[in-house]
C-alpha cells in the first residue's frame, strides 16, 4: 500500500504521455520483447551456464537439486505436522510468487541483466530449500552442511577475486574525484569519460548547468551538476510528443543553458533507439541545430556506439 500509495504522489497530475514513460509496460515503449518461448530457452540457458562455469557451481547446483527433492518429499508426505507443513507451504509459494514478480521485466524482454531484479527472492528460496531439507538432522549434520556452504562460498569468492585482479590495470582505473574506481569497461570508455567530463568541469561556471542527451545521467554525477531538464532520457522507444519536445525547450530556455552534451548514442542501430531528429524528436534537434554549435570531441565516432563500449562525445556551445 506505501509503495503504490508514493508512487501515485510522485505521478499525481503529471501528463498521460510522462506516466507512459516512467512506466514502460506497452510493447511500443520497450525496446525489446519476446515470445514466451523464447524467454523461457533464455532462461534455462542462462540457469545451466551458470551451473556448469565452474565445479564450485556444479556441486551447489547437486545440492540445491537434492534440497528441493527432498524439501517436495517432506511437504507432501504426512511426516511433518500440518500446521509447520502449511507455513512451510505458504513460505515457498510467496517467494517464489515474489520471485516470478521480480522477473516480470525479463519476462517481457528477454534482457538477462533484468533477472537481477529477482535475485533476492531466488537467494531467499535456495536458503528456505536447503534450511527446509536438512532441518531434521543431526546437530554434526547442521555443522558439516554449514562447513561446506561456507567452503563453497569461499571458493567462489577466491575465484572472482582471481578475475578481479588481472583486470586492476592503471587503464581501466576511472580517476575522476567522484569515481575513482576500477572498471570493467574498455580503457577507451574510460578515457572519454574523463576528457569529456574534465572538459565541462573547465567550461561551466560553478552554477551553470548543462544538458546530456539521449541518455547519458552518469556526468551529472561526474560534474556534480544538476540536469539541464527533466527529461533524462530521448529515445525513439520513449514516443516524446511534440508538446513534451516544447516543455523540453522552455526549459532549456528557462534555465539558460548554455551547454549540451551528445553520446554517440544519438545515432544507434541498437533496438529502439533510433536516430535523433529522424526517427524521433524532430523539433528539439531542429532547435539544437539552430541555437548551438559544436566546440568539442572526445572519442571515436566511428565505431558503433554500446551501452559501456564504443562510447564518443561531443560538446555543443550555444551561439552568440
Known amino acids: 500500500f506505501l509503495v503504490f500509495l508514493t508512487y501515485f504522489l510522485f505521478l499525481y497530475g503529471l501528463p498521460v504521455y510522462?506516466?507512459?514513460?516512467?512506466?514502460?509496460?506497452?510493447?511500443?515503449?520497450?525496446?525489446?520483447?519476446?515470445?514466451?518461448?523464447?524467454?523461457?530457452?533464455?532462461?534455462l540457458k542462462a540457469i545451466f551456464t551458470n551451473i556448469f562455469?565452474?565445479?564450485?557451481?556444479?556441486?551447489?547446483?547437486?545440492?540445491?537439486?537434492?534440497?528441493?527433492?527432498?524439501?517436495l518429499l517432506q511437504i507432501f508426505s504426512k511426516k511433518?505436522?500440518?500446521?509447520?507443513?502449511?507455513?512451510?507451504?505458504?513460505?515457498l509459494l510467496v517467494l517464489i510468487g515474489l520471485y516470478f514478480l521480480g522477473l516480470h521485466e525479463f519476462l517481457f524482454s528477454k534482457v538477462l541483466y533484468t533477472t537481477i531484479w529477482a535475485r533476492p527472492f531466488s537467494i531467499l528460496l535456495i536458503f528456505?530449500?536447503?534450511?527446509?531439507?536438512?532441518?531434521?538432522?543431526?546437530?554434526?549434520?547442521?555443522?558439516?552442511?554449514?562447513?561446506?556452504?561456507?567452503?563453497?562460498?569461499?571458493?567462489?569468492f577466491h575465484n572472482q577475486l582471481q578475475i578481479v585482479k588481472q583486470r586492476r590495470i592503471e587503464e581501466r582505473f576511472l580517476s575522476l574525484p567522484r569515481a575513482?574506481?576500477?572498471?570493467?569497461?574498455?580503457?577507451?570508455?574510460?578515457?572519454?569519460?574523463e576528457a569529456t567530463s574534465q572538459f565541462l568541469k573547465e567550461n561551466l561556471k560553478k552554477?551553470?548547468?548543462?544538458?546530456?542527451?539521449?541518455?547519458?545521467?552518469?556526468?551529472?554525477f561526474l560534474t556534480e551538476k544538476k540536469a539541464g531538464s527533466r527529461q533524462f532520457i530521448l529515445f525513439e522507444h520513449t514516443?516524446?510528443?511534440?508538446?513534451?519536445?516544447?516543455?523540453?525547450?522552455?526549459?532549456?530556455e528557462e534555465k539558460n543553458i548554455n551547454y549540451i552534451l551528445m553520446s554517440n548514442r544519438i545515432a544507434s542501430p541498437e533496438a529502439g533507439l533510433g536516430?535523433?531528429?529522424?526517427?524521433?524528436?524532430?523539433?528539439?534537434?531542429?532547435?539544437?541545430?539552430?541555437?548551438?554549435?559544436?566546440?568539442?570531441?572526445?572519442?571515436?565516432?566511428q565505431v558503433v556506439p554500446g551501452w559501456g563500449w564504443g562510447h564518443a562525445t561531443k560538446i555543443l556551445k550555444r551561439k552568440e
Open 18 to 43: 510522462a506516466i507512459q514513460e516512467c512506466f514502460p509496460y506497452t510493447n511500443s515503449y520497450r525496446p525489446y520483447t519476446a515470445h514466451s518461448w523464447e524467454v523461457l530457452t533464455s532462461w
Open 53 to 71: 562455469t565452474t565445479k564450485v557451481n556444479i556441486i551447489f547446483a547437486l545440492l540445491l537439486i537434492s534440497s528441493v527433492i527432498i524439501t
Open 80 to 91: 511433518i505436522e500440518l500446521s509447520r507443513r502449511n507455513i512451510l507451504l505458504c513460505t
Open 128 to 156: 528456505s530449500f536447503l534450511g527446509i531439507a536438512f532441518y531434521d538432522y543431526s546437530r554434526f549434520t547442521h555443522i558439516l552442511f554449514a562447513a561446506m556452504i561456507v567452503f563453497l562460498v569461499g571458493s567462489q
Open 180 to 193: 575513482q574506481i576500477l572498471l570493467g569497461n574498455e580503457p577507451a570508455w574510460i578515457q572519454t569519460v
Open 207 to 220: 552554477d551553470e548547468l548543462f544538458w546530456a542527451l539521449p541518455y547519458d545521467p552518469l556526468y551529472y
Open 239 to 252: 514516443h516524446i510528443p511534440p508538446q513534451q519536445e516544447q516543455d523540453i525547450i522552455q526549459e532549456l
Open 275 to 301: 536516430v535523433f531528429g529522424q526517427t524521433h524528436c524532430p523539433n528539439l534537434a531542429s532547435y539544437i541545430g539552430e541555437h548551438f554549435e559544436e566546440i568539442a570531441s572526445f572519442g571515436n565516432w
